[in-house]
């Protein structure tokens, strides 16, 4: 069964930074374009960043300039990099990837079970 989970999750200080994964888990064909969102307490999920498999990535506005996501196709894993934290970024960030499992050959979304981030002095 193909999971993803996440870690890296925390309380910081305003300012400070920190870093999640999300490494995925199981038999797959391969691993499309992955993200991450988040969600606030009384708010819908929003997306942060994408990546596609060949290491393109894509930034909502809120974030660019202080997020870096990345990827590393061999453990089929991907990474946020947060720096420059606000209080508005306290959330759960979930990561998300389309997943080719066999014996698809199309791929599906698969959601981590989504970490907790507290920014907060």
């Known amino acids: 069964q193909v999971q993803l989970v996440e870690s890296g999750g925390g309380l910081v200080q305003p300012g400070g930074s920190l870093r999640l994964s999300c490494a995925t888990s199981?038999?797959?064909?391969?691993?499309?374009?992955m993200g991450w969102y988040r969600q606030a307490p009384g708010s819908q999920r929003e997306l942060d960043a994408t990546i596609t498999s060949g290491g393109s990535p894509n930034y909502d506005d809120s974030v660019k300039d202080r997020f870096i996501i990345s990827r590393d196709n061999a453990k089929n894993t991907v990474y946020l990099q947060m720096n420059s934290l606000k209080p508005e970024d306290t959330a759960v960030y979930f990561c998300n990837a389309d997943i080719v499992v066999p014996p698809l050959v199309v791929g599906r979304p698969y959601w981590g079970q989504g970490t907790q981030v507290t920014v907060s002095s």
């Open positions: 199981g038999w797959v064909v391969s691993v499309n374009d």
